[in-house]
Nanobody, 127 residues
């Protein structure tokens, strides 16, 4: 059973940057694809970015594309999400999730194969 713990959230001014971490324990983390989600107050959860098990494939939602980078260090069982040029609309609880993703496609990323979830980390962007 894989357990995930997010860290790196906090309060940041608009225009600033944050690097979120998702650290896993248990299981063979290098077998898992990882996806970052977020849920803003009063809104539905949305996909932010995803990375394949090898790190060779990545995906970014339009809301963060061009100002974010997802990466992973399998030796440290950690996936990172760097977001730059943060805006108040980025305020949300950010969650990471892991799944045994065979095909890294949009259908998979937006599907229900994310079976292990962290508790989330709060990101608040002040204007």
């Amino acid at each position: 059973q894989v357990q995930l713990v997010e860290s790196g959230g906090g309060l940041v001014q608009a225009g600033g940057s944050l690097r979120l971490s998702c650290t896993a324990s248990g299981g063979t983390f290098s077998r898992y694809g990882v996806c970052w989600f977020r849920r803003a107050p009063g809104k539905e959860r949305e996909v932010v970015a995803a990375i394949s098990w090898s790190g060779g494939n990545t995906y970014y939602a339009g809301s963060v594309k061009g100002r974010s980078t997802i990466s992973r260090d399998n030796a440290k069982s950690t996936v990172y999400l760097q977001i730059d040029s943060l805006q108040p609309e980025d305020t949300a609880v950010y969650y990471c999730a892991a799944g045994l993703i065979r095909d890294f496609t949009l259908a998979t990323i937006y599907g229900d194969q994310w079976i292990h979830w962290g508790q989330g980390t709060q990101v608040t962007v002040s204007s």
